[in-house]
């Protein structure tokens, strides 16, 4: 059997890339070595953000926003899309002044954020602290449980006849039959097309293909507290180091960014930072003091990509038009169902309805 297109990583980026192929008629293989959307797609803090993008990409988030909010549409069913808008503080001038221009930026670049006084933030959430200096609310800002994507990308892929394995680790690829050859140490899968869409792990991936890739790689962690009666309507952000704060339907608070540390998945097991986790607890309760004296019942960490220029990479690898990566970094759950649309659209030779972030902007170019 030989496939239209492999996907390595059965992320949210890799599954939906895998989607969109076969809704335009592909058939499609997505390989994935633990299971679907368990990776930073199904840990993340599901926060939709334009405040917290790059100016460039606020496009794109806008794009992905609206993709989540009609779920339905394309993935089958709607997902709980809490869009009460995110209020993100700043504490410090420092910070005021960071926040002021990222506010100006993005909203020049589309987002409809604003000032707002800190009497108009407390009228939106009243638990918020009286200690910032500096308040930007963004109205189209919000957040979805993340794990709900996932389940529902598994049912759409079965529905459009994609096959997935999952539990199943490439470990190479060369070029082979009418395009590529996946080891998988059990068996080789022919595909004419591969897309890489590992998350963290995708710099062993590029080298399979000769190619250097000069992607970091970051621990971040999410808080979970014990339940606690609902106290907390919006969503929170601080500005300088991407924090969020957010109160679920069952009650608990996810408190999800904040201080991060630097990761290497290829080294194996990575544990907890708990400097950072206790860093971020603090800064929680300087947001909103109704979190003084709550407990933290759960803690778990996800790894994301970072590239140098913190933008995406998205696009077809130098010199070829059959192999494809796709990286988000830390806003890829917000932009995700948007640029894997894109990236399929170029896959499926269709003009894409904006530009790609090119990988050829990072890449020293070997090339098997
Ligand atoms: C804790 C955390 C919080 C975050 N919060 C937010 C947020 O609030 N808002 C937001 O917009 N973004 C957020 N992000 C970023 C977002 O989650 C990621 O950008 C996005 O999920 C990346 O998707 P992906 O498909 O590229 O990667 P992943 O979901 O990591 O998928 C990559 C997959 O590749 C698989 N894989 C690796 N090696 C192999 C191999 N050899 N063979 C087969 N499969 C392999 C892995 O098992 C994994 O499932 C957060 C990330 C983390 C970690």
Request: proline share 5%; charged share 20%; with cysteine.
């Amino acid at each position: 059997m030989s496939y239209d297109a492999a996907i390595v990583g059965g992320g949210l980026l890799g599954s939906i890339t895998a989607l969109k192929l076969a809704k335009g008629g592909m058939r499609v293989v997505v390989i994935e070595r633990g299971g679907l959307c368990r990776g930073a797609s199904g840990v993340n803090a599901g926060t939709i953000t334009l405040q917290f993008v790059e100016p460039e990409v606020v496009p794109y988030a806008r794009k992905g926003r609206e993709l989540w909010q009609g779920a339905g549409d394309w993935l089958g069913r709607d997902l709980d899309f809490v869009d009460k808008g995110v209020l993100t503080l700043a504490f410090t001038e420092a910070e005021a002044e960071l926040l002021a221009a990222q506010t100006m930026e993005r909203h020049s670049a589309g987002a409809p954020n604003e000032i707002v006084t800190l009497e108009h933030a407390r009228r939106i959430e009243p638990s918020l602290s009286k200690r910032p200096v500096l308040v930007s609310h963004c109205s189209l800002d919000g957040w979805i449980p993340s794990n709900l994507a996932g389940h529902a990308l598994g049912r759409a892929l079965h529905r459009a006849d994609v096959e997935v394995r999952e539990g199943v680790s490439v470990e190479g690829i060369e070029r082979g039959g009418t395009g590529y050859i996946l080891d998988t140490g059990r068996e080789a899968v022919a595909a004419a097309r591969v897309v890489l869409a590992g998350g963290a792990w995708l710099v062993p991936m590029a080298r399979w293909l000769g190619f250097d890739l000069p992607l970091g790689c970051l621990v971040n962690q999410i808080i979970v507290t014990e339940r606690m009666a609902p106290f907390l309507g919006s969503t929170i952000g601080v500005a300088r180091r991407r924090l969020t704060l957010k109160q679920a339907a069952n009650g608990t608070v996810l408190i999800g960014g904040g201080w991060q540390g630097d990761g290497d998945p290829q080294r194996g097991a990575v544990a907890l930072i708990p400097k950072n986790l206790r860093g971020n607890i603090r800064l929680a309760r300087h947001c909103v003091p109704a979190l003084d004296g709550a407990r933290a019942v759960r803690v778990w960490l996800g790894l994301q990509d970072k590239s140098p220029d913190g933008l995406p990479v998205i696009g077809p690898l130098p010199g070829r038009d059959d192999a494809f990566i796709i990286a988000c970094g830390h806003s890829g759950f917000t932009m995700g169902p948007y640029v894997a649309r894109l990236l399929s659209d170029v896959i499926l030779g269709r003009e894409p309805e904006m530009p790609l972030f090119d990988p050829a902007r990072l890449l020293s170019v070997g090339g098997k």
